[in-house]
């Protein structure tokens, strides 16, 4: 399967855990985006790489979540001391050029209780 | 108010029906997407827009830049076009419709 994976599919933790998400992009993307999808919404942006770059970061993307993407290839969505308003889907697309067809991967369902 | 608006969030149509979403939007844009969604979650990206009108299979995105709006057609729907369709906006920031969930009905 050559599409965007993201691991784990689904994810329950208990408020105040910190969680990791990862997300392997097709491997000659070089934008890779994160969205957030609560439910019955449709996604919100939170942040984008260009390569290893961090380029654009929401508002929404406040100050207990963090990504990365240190190599360029797959990148990692980190909450720190979740909350329950943190339950959603957190779906990752890569994309080759600015503005191109966005491929989305399954995302993550993350529940925190 | 959101800074994308899709119409109608509901529909329910026969077999064979001509389907239209529509999706209006606020902002100065560079890019419009029309995005489908299947349950569970897995979104796939039906067509980029910046003008004019597109064509894939069954399916017809327009878009009018001076109107700020965009349509989406299904010709001869089919009960697999089954989905939540979501149409997303490229400006500074992406930002996306809450979606229109379509049920094609045999």
């Known amino acids: 399967d050559t599409g965007v994976s993201q691991n784990p599919r689904h994810k329950i933790t208990k408020r105040g855990q910190n969680v990791t998400f990862r997300c392997d992009p097709i491997s000659e993307h070089n934008r890779l985006y994160w969205y957030r999808q609560t439910l019955g919404q449709g996604p919100e942006f939170l942040t984008y790489f260009q390569n290893e770059a961090q380029l654009e970061k929401s508002r929404l993307l406040s100050d207990r979540f963090s990504a990365e993407r240190p190599k360029g290839s797959f990148s990692t969505l980190e909450i720190q001391r979740t909350e329950q308003g943190d339950s959603a889907m957190y779906l990752c697309a890569s994309s080759q050029l600015q503005g191109a067809w966005q491929y989305f991967g399954p995302g993550t369902r993350l529940t925190v209780t | 108010k959101n800074e994308v608006e899709q119409s109608p969030q509901n529909l329910t149509a026969q077999e064979g029906e001509f389907i239209t979403i529509n999706c209006s939007y606020s902002v100065g844009i560079s890019a419009l997407h029309w995005l489908q969604q299947h349950p569970g979650g897995g979104i796939v990206s039906l067509f980029m827009l910046s003008s004019g009108k597109k064509k894939h299979g069954r399916l017809i995105a327009t878009i009018n830049i001076q109107e700020k709006h965009s349509s989406l057609h299904i010709t001869a729907s089919h009960p697999r076009d089954s989905a939540v369709y979501i149409c997303?906006?490229?400006?500074?920031?992406?930002?996306f419709g809450t979606g229109t969930s379509l049920t094609v009905i045999p």
């Open positions: 997303a906006v490229k400006s500074g920031w992406f930002y």
